[in-house]
């Protein structure tokens, strides 16, 4: 009998295990986790660089089984101890290969602070040193690192090193951030080695679209020209301030029920996360908690709901990510498509027909293989729905929503991007644009209606998305060139071109998801968020509203803060 029942409780373990949607690994209570950080320093005060190896893979082996992200911030600062002290190369590789894996929301103000004073002088080792650059490199990457990373990669810029100062530009091309233009031009005008200036000569066209070489005089003279049409941060700033503060105080006028009972919780959250407000600030707080139960209903919602957590906090909110993957992509039709969605009000995991195969084991830090990606949480997938009802700006809105999820570590099968990459290339209008709802011509031919802006920013920065979730090129994309093109032929900010005054400040968000995600800061000669930017101050009313409107003021401020970030490299593991 005691064997029976033994059995049984096997069984539904192991049940429980197989259709889990999360399929998560025991938590670290925090007595067991004061247990490895005592056998972290016994080991790591070895003498024997095997030992203090042993130490890291420690770290290493339970780093998916954290219990909360105070664990997993202590186990970062115990790895980043090691290096200021550590002489052994092999233990300094282990010890970064470890920073690069862990997500970036698990970085606290205090590493950042040590990596930034020490990037340098904490390690001799060249490998190790240009390991440390990609750390700095994958923190650019998140604007919650803030301007301080940035500005020690533009440092690294003098090193004497070929290889760092070849590795940091390498970083510096792919952000894509303007205010790398002017230090890049000043390294120009005193960098002696001639391969460095043709590379900063690289990196500046990739960044501006100009083309000047590594003549520095030329890149100056371009410079002094942009500048009188910049605008001051401090300006923008200002303007950000006075939209928040309007936000904020239309929310006071509101009951908290009716904030969370509204459909512009999650677009009012993202901008305010966006505008500076503190995730801390009791407001914040009881809508992240409310937002953790908010049933699934529209397609716009939930998808900025995994906006919402994905730039809050997306180690802390992976199981709600998890369901906001789940319910998305139940929401696509076979055509790769979505409509406003079905209510649901919880997302029910499918059950395996069959046992997967047991996953390999994660590469130790020390293994030669390990390339400092963390392996991806595979989720059950619901069927998709039946109907093929769809629109573009719901459609547009999805794949940020499952971007959003992606970049949280949660597998998104390949087979949703590229079904939503068919879409966009069969719903394309004769001109390159996109429209609303544009159903293709007989024989897959494109539409011979004419698209508008809102609907091609939104359809480019889709396409691009899709293509780069699968591993495909997009700057020399056909569909996305012609759509680039499109933007240029057409470019206003006064309006939503071809469209007029209809959803005109729901186009300027999507202009700059489009400027950003498809990476570039011209459509043609027009610097789109300098232009953008200057017509968005002009337009500001004295209460800090833009058309006394909530969702206009939304969309300005994101316009404004260049909410939307670039895309990253692609873990595979």
């Known amino acids: 009998m005691r064997r029976l029942v033994e059995a049984g409780l096997v069984f539904l373990l192991l049940t429980a295990a197989l259709f889990s949607p999360l399929q998560a690994a025991p938590q670290l209570t925090d007595q067991e986790w004061n247990n490895i950080k005592s056998e972290f320093k016994s080991k790591y005060s070895g003498e024997s660089p095997e030992e203090r190896l042993g130490a890291i893979n420690l770290l290493s082996n339970v780093s998916r089984k954290f219990g909360n992200a105070n664990q997993a911030i202590e186990a970062l600062q115990l790895i980043l101890g090691t290096l200021p002290k550590e002489t052994d190369g092999q233990v300094v590789q282990a010890a970064l290969n470890y920073l690069t894996g862990l997500p970036i929301s698990l970085y606290g103000s205090q590493a950042l602070d040590w990596l930034v004073k020490n990037h340098k002088k904490a390690v001799s080792d060249k490998t190790a040193q240009l390991r440390l650059v990609e750390v700095l490199g994958k923190l650019a990457q998140d604007k919650r690192a803030g301007d301080k990373i940035i500005q020690t990669l533009l440092d690294l810029l003098s090193d004497a090193d070929a290889q760092v100062v070849s590795a940091v530009l390498d970083i510096l091309a792919k952000l894509k951030e303007p205010d790398t233009i002017e230090p890049l031009i000043q390294q120009l005008s005193k960098e002696s080695r001639e391969e460095i200036r043709d590379k ?15 003549n520095a005089s030329d890149w100056q003279e371009w410079w002094k020209e942009a500048q009188k049409k910049k605008i001051p941060q401090e300006k923008i700033d200002q303007a950000i301030n006075q939209g928040r503060d309007y936000l904020l105080k239309q929310w006071e006028k509101k009951d908290i029920a009716l904030i969370i009972k509204s459909n512009d919780l999650e677009l009012l959250t993202y901008t305010l996360i966006h505008a500076g407000v503190s995730l801390n600030d009791p407001l914040m707080k009881q809508v992240l908690e409310e937002l953790q139960t908010k049933a699934f209903v529209r397609t716009y919602n939930v998808a900025l709901l995994a906006m919402v957590l994905c730039d809050a906090d997306r180690v802390k909110y992976q199981a709600r990510l998890i369901q906001c993957a789940q319910w998305l992509l139940g929401n696509e039709s076979n055509d790769g498509n979505w409509h406003y969605g079905v209510p649901v009000e919880e997302i029910t995991p499918l059950k395996p027909t069959t046992p997967g195969p047991e996953p390999e084991p994660e590469p130790k830090p020390s293994d030669p293989s390990y390339t400092g990606a963390r392996h991806k949480v595979k989720i059950l997938i619901p069927p998709r729905r039946k109907t093929n009802t769809f629109d573009n700006s719901n459609t547009q809105y999805a794949l940020l929503g499952l971007r959003a999820c992606a970049e949280a570590g949660i597998e998104i099968p390949k087979e949703a991007w590229r079904d939503a990459e068919k879409h966009f290339r069969k719903v ?18 494109p539409s011979a209606s004419k698209g508008y802006g809102s609907m091609t920013a939104g359809g480019l920065a889709s396409l691009v998305i899709c293509l780069h979730w699968q591993g495909k090129p997009y700057k020399l994309d056909a569909a996305a060139k012609s759509a680039s093109k499109w933007l240029t032929q057409n470019f206003t ?13 729901y186009y300027l968000y999507a202009l700059e998801r489009a400027g950003v995600i498809y990476g570039t800061e011209f459509f043609g000669k027009n610097e789109w968020y300098q232009v953008g930017a200057k017509y968005l101050l002009d337009e500001q009313a004295e209460n800090g509203a833009w058309n006394n409107n909530v969702q206009d003021t939304c969309f300005a401020i994101l316009f404004l803060r260049r909410a939307t970030q670039t895309l990253k490299p692609i873990e595979t593991k």
């Open 428 to 445: 394309a209008c004769s001109d390159g644009g996109w429209g609303y709802m544009q159903p293709a011509a007989a024989r897959g031919k």
């Open 200 to 214: 900063i000569s690289r990196t500046l066209q990739e960044i501006t679209g100009e083309k000047y070489g590594p």
């Open 493 to 505: 900010v006064k309006g939503n071109p071809l469209m007029g005054q209809g959803w005109h400040y």
